[in-house]
DNA sequence: CTGAATGTGATTGATTATGATTATAATAGA
DNA sequence: TCTATTATAATCATAATCAATCACATTCAG
């Protein structure tokens, strides 16, 4: 006979290898009644060790890893891509260049990993943890909070050491560009990173695929004034190609290649 | 008839080797009452040798969790992965804890990501990216340049911000650990982030596997007047028992087990 | 020797783990 | 959509186990 404590490790371990297990299962292999691994499960849901559903459970990674994030990062995807290779092509040997946290910025990941001598700085950890392999290539992280939601760093810290460094150029993301309301972002902190981000740059280049065109979310962080190059992946509206070419903004257009 | 001390080693021997043991049995075996074992057990619960249950008591049992590619390259695995077991059976719910770069803390993670209120501070680009998807733990990097041989966040920035946080336990590791030359690691702006942290928690919880006993690198962070709790994984010298037990620094040794 | 400290066993009311039961809720199938 | 089926939470009874307490024995220091 198990103890409930040595049970109910079992159960996690078991939901862990199998991602799921289904109440009856569990009552066949452990020879209690439903109740007894009903309590179990609630128990272990409780401490965060997995996920309930009707019937029985899965693991918890398969939810987290389901949410915002995969999602996101799937959408406009190739968009991102050819976006991020063009943005690549501004970056010099030796420069020193900031990028932002985010999906749209992340691919530009992959196309410095050949470059002999660069400083980045970035407040993602993901981006980060993706360039801790490559030794000719400088990182400096500012600190701050971890937004779970983004993975950005951000925060008083992040603000205060980035206001510390000047950068070549800066690579910034955004999630809406707007000819009234300039670039906007949900969250009120993280729109004082980008502030920050845009102030300690000779030159703002800002990546955004065209579903964020004329959307205007709720924290302000730049003026179209602020950016020096904006790089898109579909023809935009006539508006914005001579609002960008009156204010000194170039603008970068990338078509993507229909197979 | 044994003395209380004997007859609990024995009883942490047993349940170390089957993983549980039950009131009854252990009555039985040792011919004296319940309420003796009871207490016994309860006392070796309070040291953190085993964990109490209805009937008995289990041995404690790691979270499984699949090591990823650059871990698995790692010397002593297993050995690290029983300290931070042990390392996590001190974090309280709701505490505020510093946990070091490096390999031997890495495993950490992996115990804490049940914890529904926590608050980490780490300098690892690879810990703080495991940890972006537990919501519920509130993640703050103090930033810094990334050193790709340890992939830890160091340097003037580190230190700096880090001595602007104060944090109730630090988890930190070490290159080597010696009786005159302290603690030491081989790096010297490594050895000062590692300094800075452990000025900043009230309490100091250095983990090493006994490969690092009587090492001694480059660069000095600490003493053994620094460590408030030793975890390691293999029995160690007298000198180093005695020594430690004179400077108040309590040493957790953490058997693997051998199948 | 005395008196305090410690370790132990017995007792008892409180707590815990469990399975059964039942009314309610969620899901699947027509 | 509605209905049949299945899963669930809430409750209760019961048996095992536990914490708290006390009494007794042993040890140790003054």
């Not at 196309?111 to 990182?139: A, G, M, Y």
Request: with cysteine.
């Amino acid at each position: 006979m198990l103890y409930s404590e040595e049970r109910k490790n079992k159960i996690h371990a078991y939901v862990e290898k199998h991602k799921r297990a289904s109440v009856q299962h569990l009552c066949d292999a452990f020879n209690v009644s439903e109740s007894t691994i009903r309590r179990d499960l609630s128990e272990l849901e409780q401490d965060h060790l997995l996920r309930r559903t009707h019937g029985g459970a899965i693991a918890f990674e398969s939810v987290n890893f389901e949410p915002t994030v995969t999602e996101k990062a799937d959408r406009f995807q190739k968009e991102k891509q050819i976006i991020a290779t063009r943005a690549a092509s501004y970056i010099q040997e030796g420069d020193t260049i900031l990028i932002d946290a985010g999906t749209t910025t992340l691919p530009l990941i992959y196309e410095i990993k050949h470059f002999s001598s660069l400083t980045v700085v970035t407040n993602s950890v993901v981006h980060s943890e993706l360039l801790k392999d490559s030794p000719q290539i400088e990182v400096v992280v500012p600190g701050g909070r971890l937004r779970h939601e983004t993975q950005a760093l951000v925060g008083p810290i992040t603000d205060q050491t980035l206001s510390l460094l000047h950068v070549d150029k800066a690579f910034i993301g955004t999630n809406g560009i707007d000819l009234s309301d300039g670039l906007t972002t949900p969250n009120l902190i993280e729109a004082s990173t980008k502030r920050t981000m845009i102030s300690q740059s000779s030159e703002v280049i800002v990546l955004a695929d065209h579903s964020k065109f004329e959307k205007v979310t709720f924290a302000k962080f730049g003026d179209i004034d602020d950016i020096d190059r904006f790089i898109t992946d579909e023809q935009v509206d006539q508006s914005f190609v001579s609002e960008f070419h009156q204010r000194g903004v170039k603008l970068d257009i990338v078509l993507l290649q229909e197979d």
